[in-house]
């Protein structure tokens, strides 16, 4: 605080410093504190610091593969007693992980008891269970007293721990890890540890390997769950050369065929770290909320091993589809995040790609090997020279013996008449009476020679790097032989997607879509138009168009104003009442109104008309829109206010009539496909003049003309007298068809063509 004298303060002094910089200093250390002793994975042992010290106090416990296990309370209380001061539950829940075969792909912990499950259940209390090493345990804590790691004081400075260990087993790949830290994080799946061990052979024997070639030896994750990572090659060959990416791992499923021609699905691996019972609640969930109609039933039919039955709707469905909806919707596919974000021996945070994790790995095996060679060096060393001393004892044992008789402190006059050393001395007075007799020339020559002979190969060994990676790469060799299993999960090339749209998701039941003329829509069962006449509308409202389709079918209606609103049939109001108004359904301005509706297929050609003969093709999925607002497709020209109708295209030819009793016939091709727009001229109009009609048709089957007091079908002899250019003003109606005609079946405009509606539309 600023103005304030210093003060003394016991023995120390009390300094003002802003409090920014305090924070930051103080922040700063939290985070670095977080990051490299609780969150991230050392890259050597792929351990964090609370399960480096959960194996090393197991060892201390003697908790070995070959002994009887030990309450898990006991193993938490050396735990958070001698090197991990933290809460007892944090230590046990690191601990139960290590002991999850579902969770580890390689246990480093042989749990007795109730470890917890798949289905997201806990472990029983740690006052419950038991727990031993195992035998890879070993595997990583092994040679640990033979000076392989460096050590240090614990917390409280009254014992030592390793900061690493020695690790023979490549864990960090092999098991995997995942951690939030401060800013930063860490997820790194699981591998095949035969894999890993081919990778790192192959990167001894080639140092100048690339990711690539090292991932047609370690091709990608192995989860401890299995399941099919259905990200290609190259997506994943990306995220281990740049250390970041994210893969898609699916549940391994088959078809289990039943009597009566009926099936079942059943899902036999789960992704990982997919709880199954939040699995199956969420799969029931989206069936009860109806949001999956192609099944009708889940059950959990689970032992030892995971089977989820997925019972459909009916056996007419495609598998490949019922399970392409529930990979979308359901945790049956999960995308597994990469960032192989590690600390490194230098102790700092790095996001490491695949070639530099096995480098460090490999490093510290070298650091290890050597560490171990000079040690057992030394210890070769000091049994020679204590050798030499009993060899001395053994040739000269009477006047030893005399000696020690004779003087109250023998050693310096050993010393004196046989030139030993006060070790040598010091050692051979130790020795017991009964061990003089096992003292025999041949035998300790013998000794000499071989410890001699193991000494000139340690010292080869650390003089020669190459000796070195030899000896390590034997070592690798035995413990793949140790250790290596079968892959678990497959790696497959990206699937093909199958979309699944919304109509795929309603059970598919003919309907007769009835549009009034004020807007009201409603959707009647079955496809019978005879009883139209009979439907019931509002007052002052009546029947403006009437169609088919099916419940699973878009529907799509234009405005006047050229919007097109769709929406599936399924959701229309049903024909007990008289609908629902259009407005419910959409967002459509108070001045507009619909004037044509049609059934919709996304993959069929539509053909579009406006009152004063533009036309243009559109494809269907053009006429579809998830938005309420719905979409603008027609764009008028001056004086065009409309849309006459739209049609499917059902010929390379195209018919239209004017009020002026014309009719052109051109050709389909003379018309652009558009997603949107104007359009072209149909058919040339005189002042004031509209055009009544407008079809589509194959020469083929012709055309039909009707009056409304009788008909006339025209093959296309009869026809092609009107053919023309699109633009033309084309030629008259034949006889008695000059007033009013329209072509029979189009359902057109009852305002423009004059037929059974006179009030005001719009």
Same mark, same amino acid.
């Given at each position: ?83 991990? $001061?933290? /809460?007892?539950?944090?230590?046990? !829940? +690191?601990?139960? %992980? ?6 580890? #792909?390689?246990? &480093? ?114 989860? $401890?769950? /299995?399941?099919?990572?259905?990200? !290609? +090659?190259?997506? %994943? ?6 250390? #970041?990416?994210? &893969? ?134 000091? #049994?020679?020279? &204590? ?376």
């Amino acid at each position: 605080m600023e103005g304030h004298d210093d003060s003394t303060h016991g023995s120390g002094r009390i300094q003002d410093a802003p409090i920014r910089l305090e924070l930051e200093s103080r922040y700063l250390a939290y985070a670095l504190s977080t990051i490299i002793s609780r969150s991230l994975p050392d890259v050597r042992d792929g351990l964090k610091p609370v399960h480096r010290r959960i194996l090393f106090a197991m060892r201390g416990l003697h908790l070995e593969p070959n002994l009887p296990p030990k309450k898990s309370a006991r193993v938490v209380g050396d735990v958070i007693g001698k090197y991990h $001061p933290h /809460g007892d539950q944090a230590a046990y !829940d +690191a601990m139960v %992980r290590l002991a999850q075969d579902f969770a580890a #792909r390689y246990p &480093l912990v042989d749990g007795q008891g109730n470890f917890g499950n798949i289905d997201g259940d806990g472990a029983a209390a740690m006052r419950y269970t038991e727990a031993r090493l195992t035998k890879i345990a070993m595997a990583l804590l092994e040679d640990i007293d033979q000076d392989t790691v460096p050590f240090h004081e614990t917390y409280d400075g009254s014992m030592t721990e390793p900061r690493v260990l020695p690790a023979r087993f490549p864990n960090l790949l092999a098991n995997g890890s995942s951690g939030i830290a401060v800013g930063m994080s860490t997820s790194i799946p699981p591998h095949n540890v035969g894999e890993v061990l081919d990778a790192c052979m192959a990167l001894i024997d080639h140092p100048d390997m690339t990711v690539a070639a090292l991932m047609n030896v370690l091709p990608g994750p192995d989860f $401890p769950t /299995g399941g099919i990572l259905v990200s !290609d +090659a190259d997506e %994943r060959r990306e995220a281990y050369e740049t250390g #970041r990416g994210s &893969l898609r791992l699916r549940a391994r499923w088959h078809k289990e065929p039943l009597e009566h021609g009926l099936w079942n699905l059943v899902v036999t691996e789960i992704p990982y770290q997919v709880q199954k019972s939040r699995l199956i609640e969420r799969i029931a969930l989206l069936i009860t909320e109806k949001k999956c109609p192609f099944l009708v039933d889940v059950r959990d039919e689970s032992d030892a091993a995971v089977r989820i039955i997925l019972e459909p709707r009916s056996s007419r469905l495609d598998p490949d589809m019922v399970m392409a909806y529930l990979f979308k919707n359901s945790e049956l596919e999960v995308r597994f995040t990469i960032n192989l974000n590690v600390i490194t021996a230098q102790m700092r945070p790095e996001v490491m790609n695949l070639k530099e994790l096995l480098q460090a790995w490999l490093a510290h095996r070298f650091e290890v090997h050597t560490r171990r060679a000079r040690y057992e060096l030394g210890q070769i060393e000091q #049994r020679l020279h &204590l050798l030499a001393g009993y060899l001395i004892v053994h040739l000269n044992i009477d006047e030893v013996i005399a000696i020690i008789k004779e003087h109250d402190d023998p050693a310096p006059a050993l010393m004196s008449r046989f030139s030993l050393d006060a070790e040598q001395a010091e050692a051979i007075l130790n020795m017991r009476l009964r061990s003089l007799r096992k003292l025999e020339e041949m035998a300790i020559r013998k000794e000499i020679a071989e410890k001699t002979a193991r000494a000139e190969e340690l010292r080869a060994l650390l003089a020669n790097p190459d000796k070195m990676w030899g000896d390590i790469r034997s070592d690798l060799v035995k413990t793949k032989k140790a250790f290596h299993d079968p892959r678990r999960t497959t790696l497959a090339e990206a699937t093909r997607e199958i979309t699944i749209r919304p109509e795929d998701l309603v059970q598919k039941e003919p309907v007769t879509v009835i549009l009034s003329q004020k807007g009201w829509v409603k959707a009647i069962k079955g496809h019978d138009l005879t009883n139209v006449d009979k439907i019931r509308f509002k007052v002052e409202d009546d029947l403006l168009r009437a169609f088919t389709t099916y419940s699973n079918q878009q529907v799509s209606f234009v405005a006047r104003s050229g919007q097109v609103y769709s929406v599936l049939a399924h959701r229309l109001a049903d024909g007990k009442g008289f609908g629902d108004p259009l407005s419910v359904l959409f967002d459509i301005d108070s001045g507009d109104r619909v004037l044509w509706g049609l059934a919709v297929d996304p993959e069929r050609e539509y053909f579009i008309a406006t009152r004063l003969s533009q036309g243009f093709r559109i494809l269907g999925k053009d006429l579809l829109t998830n938005q309420r607002s719905g979409r603008q497709v027609i764009a008028f020209r001056d004086g065009d206010d409309y849309p006459l109708h739209i049609h499917p295209v059902l010929g390379n030819k195209v018919a239209a009539i004017s009020r002026g009793r014309n009719m052109l016939v051109c050709n389909l091709d003379e018309f652009p496909l558009l997603a949107k727009g104007k359009g072209v001229r149909i058919l040339k109009l005189t002042h004031d003049e509209l055009m009544v009609d407008c079809v589509t048709f194959d020469p083929d089957e012709g055309i039909t003309l009707d009056s409304g007091k009788k008909t006339m079908t025209m093959s296309w002899t009869d026809v092609e007298s009107w053919q023309g250019n699109r633009g033309s003003r084309g030629k008259l109606l034949p006889h008695g068809f000059r007033s009013g005609a329209v072509f029979a079946g189009t359902g057109a405009s009852p305002l423009i063509a004059g037929k059974g509606y006179t009030g005001e539309l719009f």
